[in-house]
């Protein structure tokens, strides 16, 4: 099993950067690929970013392309997400996820954070 806490969200202005972290426990944290999903207020969750357990490749969605990254320090067992150039339409709630051995390209994640809020003002 692996543990998830995210951290880091907060209330920020359009054009802002933030930080948030997401720290595991339980499990060998570097054998795990790790993910970024949001949920908006009234809508699905959605996926953000995703870097493997290597740390190989990273993928995004196209609406934060550009804008955020997705970073991984097995040392710390903590993954970030560094989210720039913020945008009213990226408000919503921010999930941290993992999947044993999990690739770029994985979608389906066995282990959810409790999530941390992102709001941007105008």
């Known amino acids: 099993q692996v543990q998830l806490v995210e951290s880091g969200g907060g209330l920020v202005q359009a054009g802002d950067s933030l930080r948030l972290s997401c720290a595991a426990s339980?499990?060998?944290?570097?054998?795990?690929?790790m993910g970024w999903f949001r949920q908006a207020p009234g809508k699905e969750r959605e996926f953000v970013a995703t870097?493997?357990?290597?740390?190989?490749?990273?993928s995004y969605a196209d609406s934060v392309q550009g804008r955020f990254t997705i970073s991984r320090d097995n040392a710390k067992n903590t993954v970030y997400l560094q989210m720039n150039s913020l945008k009213l339409e990226d408000t919503a709630v921010y999930y941290c996820?993992?999947?044993?051995?999990?690739?770029?390209?994985?979608?389906?994640?066995?282990?959810w954070g409790q999530g941390t809020q992102v709001t941007v003002s105008s």
């Open positions: 870097i493997p357990w290597n740390g190989w490749r990273t």
């Open positions: 996820a993992a999947e044993l051995y999990g690739s770029w390209s994985t979608r389906s994640f066995h282990y």
């Open positions: 339980g499990q060998p944290f570097s054998s795990y690929g």
